[in-house]
Each structure stands twice: as C-alpha cells, then as structure tokens.
C-alpha cells in the first residue's frame, strides 16, 4: 500500500499561485508514474496534470496548459504542481495520484492510477 499526502492547498484570489506538493512517507516515488486529478462539488473527478516515473514525460489537460507545470524533485522525492494564473473555476479538491510506471501514454483517467491522496482543497475567489 502507497500512502500519498498532499499539502499546498488554500485560498487565494483569481490570478494569483499556488503550488501543491504530494509526498509518499517511507516511499520512493522512483518506480511511479504520479498525477493530479481534481473534483469540485457536484462534478466527477477530472484530470489535471502527469508526469512519467523519469519525468521526461509530461502530459495536460486543456484547461490548465499553460498556467500549470508538473514537476518531480526525485532527490526529495516529492511532486509538485505549480498553479498560476489561477480562475475561479479551479477550485476543487485536488488529488494526487500514483501508479507503477507504464509505457503507454498518456495516463489521464482515474482508472489508471492504484494509489491515491486524501486531497488538499484549493479555492480561487473572484
């Protein structure tokens, strides 16, 4: 079992940044492709951002491109998701994600990931 814990989240103003970390006490994340999904009130799960286990690969959705980078700090062993340019329609509770690195790319559904956070809550106000 994988536990993920995710921090970074708050509340801050449309256009302003927040940066979200994911974290796998006792845990290398060196075997694992991570990504960030996202789910606000009354909405499904949506994915956000991934990275590949070397962090060659990286991978978006639309709505975020441009405005969110995913990162990995393999030293730290730690995930990032640096977030700018915020909008009132990012707020959600995010999650961070994990799986045992794949070859076929890219791995945007919820159903490819085994192992996940508890979420962090980000809120963007107009």
């Known amino acids: 079992q994988v536990q993920l814990v995710e921090s970074g989240g708050g509340l801050v103003q449309a256009g302003g940044s927040l940066r979200l970390s994911c974290v796998a006490p006792?845990?290398?994340?060196?075997?694992?492709?991570m990504g960030w999904f996202r789910q606000a009130p009354g909405k499904e799960r949506e994915f956000v951002a991934a990275?590949?286990?070397?962090?060659?690969?990286?991978f978006y959705a639309d709505s975020v491109k441009g405005r969110f980078t995913i990162s990995r700090d393999i030293v730290k062993n730690t995930v990032h998701l640096q977030m700018n340019s915020l909008k009132p329609e990012d707020t959600a509770v995010y999650y961070c994600?994990?799986?045992?690195?794949?070859?076929?790319?890219?791995?945007?559904?919820?159903?490819?990931?085994?192992?996940w956070g508890q979420g962090t809550q980000v809120t963007v106000s107009s």
């Open positions: 994600a994990a799986d045992l690195a794949q070859s076929s790319w890219p791995r945007n559904l919820p159903n490819q990931y085994k192992y």
């Open positions: 990275i590949s286990r070397s962090g060659s690969i990286t």
């Open positions: 006792g845990r290398t994340f060196s075997r694992y492709d």
